[in-house]
């Protein structure tokens, strides 16, 4: 396996984020390829409106984004606006997409993933995936973190202990934004030589332990309502109320461009 990796085309700078412009299988390819040992995590972020919402508010969730080594459109108004912006993009790419599609193509010979999750359920779903696809010490590969864990200094050295032990390539993270992204940023010295992924519930997808939209609602781009309907105590602030400071983003960025244009 070699250590090279193909050039990631970016786009210019969308709220101060580069959006990568590969197609999904362009991208699962590319992190293939072994990221070097001596060169900090490669932070990969699936972005949608509230990735969005949540860098325009907190400046390090923006700087983890800003420096992340490769960043997707994830949610259909992100995509609107690439477009909007004249931005070629490849359209979607979802973490819950993109999730499967990196686990299908990993290999026990050259990989080494670690999976940090959000229930016991999904990690036993895991574990066994692991231990199907002859990968050594599934249960040394899969953890569920306290709540807090990201607070808290003592289990974060812990953490970064047991990703170690098994030579991490590939760690993928599903206990959501921005703790996952924010997490792997600051510790990224320490996960030298691994990609870093923050798919949040697309690991629970993939376990079948949480439900995700049909895909007649997907096509039609209503997703985020499925989601909403499905679990209003913890989405209806982030879908109803803050999602409007996205238009906010998107006006400036439309004005920006324009301004360039002339």
């Known amino acids: 396996m070699q250590n090279s990796i193909p050039h990631i085309h970016k786009s210019q ?5 580069s959006f990568c412009l590969l197609s999904q299988e362009q991208i699962v390819q590319s992190v293939m390829s072994l990221a070097p040992e001596d060169e900090a995590l490669r932070l990969v972020v699936t972005t949608n409106v509230d990735h969005m919402v949540t ?3 907190q400046p390090e969730f923006k ?6 080594w490769l960043v997707t459109a994830d949610g259909f108004p992100v995509v609107s606006l690439l477009k909007m912006l004249h931005i070629a993009t490849p359209g979607r790419i979802t973490g819950a997409d993109l999730f499967p599609a990196i686990l299908g193509s990993l290999s026990p010979v050259w990989h ?3 999976f940090v999750c959000a229930s016991e359920a999904t990690a036993d779903y895991l574990r066994c995936w692991l231990a199907g696809r002859g990968y050594t010490n599934p249960e040394q590969r899969v953890i569920v973190p306290e709540f807090g864990f990201e607070k808290d200094a ?3 050295n812990e ?3 047991q990703i170690r032990a098994v030579a991490t390539t590939h760690l993928f993270f599903g206990v959501g934004a921005p703790k996952s992204e924010l997490w792997m ?3 990224r010295a320490q996960l030298a030589g691994m990609y870093g992924f923050g798919f949040g519930a697309g690991l629970d997808f993939f376990a079948g332990t949480a439900k995700r939209a049909p895909q007649w609602v997907q096509h039609v781009n209503m997703e985020w309502a499925w989601r909403l309907f499905s679990n ?3 989405l209806a602030k982030r879908y109803l109320v803050d999602s409007w400071s996205f238009l906010r983003i998107a006006l400036t960025e439309y004005r920006l461009t324009a301004k360039e244009s002339r």
């Open 185 to 187: 940023q600051k510790h």
């Open 159 to 161: 953490m970064l202990k």
């Open 154 to 156: 003592l289990r974060s």
């Open 55 to 57: 860098m325009r508010r």
């Open 63 to 68: 700087h983890a984004c800003e420096n992340a």
């Open 112 to 114: 080494s993933p670690f």
């Open 13 to 17: 700078p969308v709220a101060g984020v």
């Open 232 to 234: 209003p105590r913890r």
